[in-house]
DNA sequence: GCAAGGTC
């Protein structure tokens, strides 16, 4: 009987990889959602037919259930006992649906995925969206490859012992999903809604806690910290000049360098005196400085930095753009030693075409020796250059730099040593010894390829034992001690790696977090300096509970998971403990907010002194407070009342004009950048909608909340409201309305409430406004036009006209549609197009408009 | 709007 086999791996450029190994190179390709390779051959003593794919990292993502998703109205402590669901990690990439349809008929399933505890963890999700699809057979049928490299010999062997995926492994992995879930969204909507709108120049609009990213953050703010708490201290250092044959001799004090004036001059001048100074002894050794292990990624984001200025997140993506394109290899790994069998000749084949080091790897090809060190984690290979490029081929740039720098670091790995001889001398002046070193470069090796490593230094002039130098002169050279400076990014990376904070996937992104949320920013020389917020939350975790913000956050979680993934512990009652400590310190870290906040008071300014006067607060009937900076919102200092505003754009007072409903004033927003449009909306109703189910804007640029404005707004008294301004259906998106803008002359237009798409009216308008009638062959509202004296476009000269924009012709050639095809032309288009309009769309009309769309 | 982990 013949058997079909699907094989699963971590991500498509493995599954062909491995395809391409398990088949001899004979497998076909074809595209489904994800690529698909097949062959046939046998498995297991019958004869099968292979089918192989792959998944896209994790398939399902942790959440909690929409009933848990309102900041407002959930208690962030109850996040700790609330449930959670997965769902689908990239719905539009159809994992699931493409392992359902791939499983259909299957026999067998190999698991491929990484031999990582995420990789088990996978395992189950691929089980999850195939068993249940498969054919029944007898026997088992999922299988779990367990490979510590992607080369030939170790996948062929995997296939042979093949094992059962480990549940115990997978499991631990859940639990560190909910603890970092549950822990981290807690922390963070509690801060966030605490601290948010009570300062005014506080441009933070999240305020997020994480066990990875606060403890990153904290080693940014200790070394801050360790630099504020600096005392400098004087000290002292004698420093005879002497010098052979013209060339000076630089010379260390045996002491160093002392704290004492006094002493130190006692000491000048003793060897002042002495006049001569005295070889007592020289010796050399040699000392080799080690070539470079294989390339992973960690070392890769410490270069990149530190010696590319290359911020690590922009290194991985030019390091996927370089492996994508087939010039590097997979720069996702950890491994820093070569896998048994790396086919180094391969690599210094194709290096030996470059014009810049191809004579060196040429010459490398007969001479080199393997490397040896490193660590091999088993997942993949250290980055090496696959391709030769040049830098007219790459474009220059990061791409370029990043693209060189690997490819000298591979030749590098397996060039000698570079060795060198150090010579040290000790000589004598009164009863004081001084030294003086020099070196003398033996066989460059590696540096010769990478020469930013050689060794510096100068050769000493040749000295003899007993031989006498005259003492021209003895300095005290006075000195400061120093604080040290703000960590580099390149050691913090290194902080990191050594706590186990992230992995070498994510450390990039829990840096671009921190920079992103405003806590630190990068300096010159990429120094990571903790701004004003990031300084002051840190000062408040330790303030409060110091552990918050330390690594041993995460080493606990990673400890308690550990014991689930040996099967010494059961999932569930790890994570109720776990979660029932992260609860306790929760409630602990809220009764003591106020050490924290007492941080911010004395770095903040409360929002009550700041901000402009804008309108008037329908309650108090005061005025309120713009506050300009981001997030932009609107403060009531009477009532202590803080309201959202839409962001990225300007508001101003609309007129005076009030809200029917709750009084407050209406302000007019108007959204930055070209054809940004402007509407009306009154600061309570955009926070506190009316109406149930009224839809909502999302506030465009960062932070923004979602809120509804007057164009939204259905209520039928209100002259603002969109049931009043409505014209028509947009064209463009499924739920949103084109109302008119009634302050948009002389330019006269009309935009939509929802998405971008927005039409100018005919430029040579005066006014324009909406009549009640409705069009008869659509039922928009129609528009009462009045052209400027002299310009009217209309057959008869006439200056007004009350016409349907979307059916009276004329009119409609002259609007101009933006954001959207060209609704003139799609009037008369290819007819009805997607579904029905009717009764869809929350908020809209009960009798709705028709649209363009419906011609 | 929130975490961290995969990967694109």
Not at 441 to 469: I, Y
Not at 753 to 777: D, G, M, W
Request: hydrophobic share 35%; net charge positive; charged share 20%.
């Amino acid at each position: 009987m013949k058997c079909t086999v699907l094989l699963v791996a971590e991500k498509p450029s493995l599954s062909q990889s491995i395809a391409q190994i398990l088949s001899n190179g004979k497998a076909h390709s074809r595209r489904s959602f994800l690529d698909v390779h097949e062959w046939s051959g046998s498995f297991r003593g019958q004869s099968a037919h292979f089918k192989m794919t792959s998944v896209m990292g994790h398939v399902m993502s942790i959440d909690f259930p929409p009933k848990y998703q309102n900041w407002e109205t959930t208690d962030p402590a109850s996040l700790f006992d609330a449930p959670t669901i997965k769902s689908e990690s990239n719905p539009k990439a159809h994992v699931c649906k493409h392992l359902q349809q791939e499983a259909r008929g299957c026999t067998h399933l190999v698991l491929w995925l990484d031999c990582d505890r995420e990789g088990e963890n996978i395992c189950f999700e691929v089980i999850e969206n195939t068993v249940k699809w498969m054919a029944r057979v007898p026997g088992q049928q999922v299988f779990r490859a367990r490979f510590s490299a992607i080369s030939a010999p170790e996948i062929t062997a995997a296939m042979e012992m093949l094992g059962e995926p480990n549940r115990c492994e997978a499991l631990a992995v859940d639990a560190r999903q909910e603890l970092d879930l549950k822990c981290g969204v807690a922390f963070t909507r509690f801060q966030t809604r605490f601290f948010q709108g009570k300062y005014g120049n506080l441009d933070a609009s999240v305020i997020s806690y994480g066990p990875c990213q606060t403890p990153t953050l904290a080693f940014c703010v200790q070394r801050h910290q360790i630099m504020t708490a600096f005392q400098p201290e004087d000290f002292w250092s004698v420093r005879p000049h002497i010098s052979k044959a013209g060339q000076r001799i630089d010379v260390e004090w045996g002491r160093g360098r002392l704290f004492d004036q006094g002493a130190a001059q006692l000491f000048q001048q003793l060897v002042k005196e002495a006049r001569m100074m005295r070889c007592t002894s020289i010796s050399s050794k040699e000392e080799r400085r080690q070539r470079p292990h294989g390339l992973n990624t960690v070392e890769m984001l410490k270069i990149a930095s530190s010696g590319l200025g290359m911020a690590p997140a922009q290194a991985m993506r030019t390091a996927e753009v370089l492996y994508t394109s087939g010039y590097l290899s997979y720069p996702r790994t950890e491994s820093s030693a070569y896998p048994p069998g790396f086919d180094f000749q391969e690599v210094l084949d194709e290096m030996r075409r470059h014009p810049i080091w191809g004579d060196y790897a040429q010459h490398l090809m007969g001479t080199f020796t393997p490397p040896k060190g490193g660590n091999d984690v088993g997942d993949h290979p250290p980055i090496t250059p696959i391709a030769s490029a040049t830098e007219a081929e790459l474009g220059g740039g990061d791409t370029w730099r990043l693209y060189d720098y690997v490819a000298r670091h591979f030749l590098g790995s397996l060039s000698p040593d570079c060795t060198f001889t150090r010579t040290t001398a000790l000589l004598s002046a009164g009863q004081e010894v001084f030294s003086a070193t020099g070196t003398s470069p033996k066989r460059p090796g590696f540096t010769a390829v990478m020469p930013w490593r050689a060794v510096e230094g100068e050769p000493l002039p040749p000295l003899q034992e007993g031989e006498a130098l005259p003492i021209t002169e003895v300095d005290l050279k006075q000195g400061k001690t120093s604080p040290p400076d703000y960590l580099t990014e390149s050691e913090l990376i290194g902080l990191m790696e050594k706590h186990g904070i992230g992995t070498d996937a994510s450390i990039a992104v829990h840096i671009n977090n921190i920079c992103e949320r405003n806590y630190v920013s990068i300096q010159a020389g990429r120094r990571v300096v903790p701004t004003e917020l990031g300084i002051t939350l840190v000062r408040g975790y330790q303030l409060i509970d110091q552990e918050l913000c330390l690594p041993q956050v995460r080493a606990h979680v990673e400890k308690q998971i550990g014991l689930i993934a040996e099967g010494k512990a059961e999932k569930e009652a790890v994570v109720l403990h776990t979660l029932d400590q992260f609860a306790q310190k929760f409630r602990y870290f809220v009764t003591k907010i106020d050490r924290m906040d007492a941080l911010f008071e004395a770095s903040f300014s409360p929002l009550a002194s700041s901000g402009k006067v804008l309108s008037k607060c329908g309650k108090c009937l005061r005025y309120m407070k713009l506050i300009s900076v981001r997030p932009m919102r609107i403060y009531c200092p009477t009532c202590e009342e803080v309201l959202n505003l839409p962001q990225g754009g300007t508001v101003k007072l609309y007129k005076g004009l009030e809200c029917p409903l709750d009084g407050y004033e209406i302000v007019l927003f108007s959204l930055s950048g070209p054809d940004g449009k402007t509407y009306a909306l009154c600061p309570f109703c955009y926070n506190n909608p009316p109406f149930e189910g009224a839809h909502k804007v999302s506030g465009q640029g960062a932070g923004g909340k979602a809120g509804m404005p007057c164009t939204l707004c259905p209520h039928t008294g209100c002259p603002h409201s969109f049931m009043r301004m409505r014209v028509t259906a947009c064209p463009e998106c499924e739920e949103g309305t084109v109302v008119l803008d009634p302050v948009s002359g002389p330019k006269w237009r009309m935009d939509c409430n929802t998405c971008s798409f927005l039409i100018y009216l005919p430029e040579t308008l005066h006014a324009v406004k909406l009549s009640k009638k409705r069009c008869q062959e659509c039922e928009s509202a129609m528009l009462r036009l009045d052209f400027k004296r002299g310009a009217s476009p209309l057959p008869d000269g006439a200056a007004d006209i009350t016409a349907c924009v979307v059916c009276n012709e004329l009119v409609a050639k002259l609007c101009t549609a933006k954001h959207g095809r060209s609704y003139v032309n799609r009037r008369r288009g290819s007819g009805r197009r997607g579904r029905g309009r009717r009764g869809r769309g929350r908020g809209r009309d009960a009798n709705p408009l028709l649209s363009f769309r419906d011609f």
